[in-house]
C-alpha cells in the first residue's frame, strides 16, 4: 500500500470514574496515512445507553470533510454501553469501504443486550445489531482481531487492517483515535458539552 493511503479511525472514550454527571461518551476520529502521519482529528459526542452513535458517526464523517480518505475503520460497533452502530447508514454516509475491528472474543451481545433492555428499546438495538455483517477473526502480527467490514472483500479487508497495523494488533487509525478520545474526554469538563 502506498505511504499516502489514508484510512479515519474513530474510537471512543467514556471516564466511568467522572462524579460529574455527564452521560456522553467522547468519539475521536483521527486521520492517519499509512504510513502512520495523523494528519486529522475530530470529536463528536453521544449518549451512553443511548441510540445516537450512528448518527454522531455520520455527523464527525461529515465534519471532516475528507474525500482523501479511502476507508473508514470503527474500534467497536457497540461504544457507549450498546449505543450500536447502524454500520450500513454510516457506509452510506462515507460512500467508502467502512471496517469494524474488534479486539475480544465474544459470544455476540444478544444476551448482553436483553439483561440491559427490554421492549422497544431491546428490538431496535436487536434489529441494529443483527444488521451487522458476520465478524471474522483475523490474525495481525501475532494477535487476534475481529472484522466486520462493508464494501470491499473480507480478504482485501484483511488486507487494509494489516497495511494499517505496523505493529501489535490496534490498526493506527483506531489507536490513534482512541488516544485523543481519552486525552479530550480527560480534559473537557462537563459545561464544555453542547458548545
Known amino acids: 500500500m502506498k505511504a499516502g493511503v489514508r484510512a479515519l479511525g474513530i474510537a471512543e472514550s467514556y471516564r466511568s470514574d467522572r462524579d460529574d454527571g455527564r452521560n456522553r461518551s467522547t468519539l475521536a476520529g483521527a486521520v492517519v496515512r499509512a504510513d502512520r502521519v495523523c494528519d486529522g482529528l475530530a470529536y463528536a459526542d453521544c449518549t451512553v445507553g443511548g441510540t445516537d452513535a450512528t448518527d454522531a458517526v455520520v455527523g464527525l464523517l461529515e465534519d471532516l470533510g475528507r474525500p482523501d480518505v479511502r476507508y473508514v475503520l470503527l474500534g ?28 475480544e472474543a465474544s ?75 481519552r486525552a479530550a474526554d480527560s480534559y473537557l469538563r462537563p459545561d464544555d458539552w453542547g458548545r
Do not use: M
Request: glycine share 8%; proline share 7%; with cysteine.
Open 76 to 103: 467497536a460497533v457497540a461504544p457507549a454501553w450498546y449505543n450500536l452502530l447502524d454500520l450500513s447508514r454510516v457506509h452510506q454516509a462515507a460512500d467508502r469501504p467502512v471496517l469494524a475491528v474488534t479486539f
Open 107 to 181: 459470544d455476540g451481545l444478544e444476551g448482553g443486550l436483553r439483561d440491559a433492555f427490554s421492549g422497544t428499546e431491546l428490538e431496535q438495538r436487536l434489529e441494529t445489531y443483527r444488521s451487522l455483517p458476520d465478524r471474522r477473526e483475523l490474525t495481525v502480527n501475532g494477535e487476534t482481531v475481529y472484522v466486520r467490514c462493508l464494501g470491499l472483500e473480507p480478504a482485501d479487508a484483511d488486507d487494509i487492517v494489516r497495511a494499517f497495523t505496523p505493529a501489535g494488533g490496534r490498526p493506527e487509525p483506531i489507536r490513534v483515535a482512541k488516544l485523543a478520545a
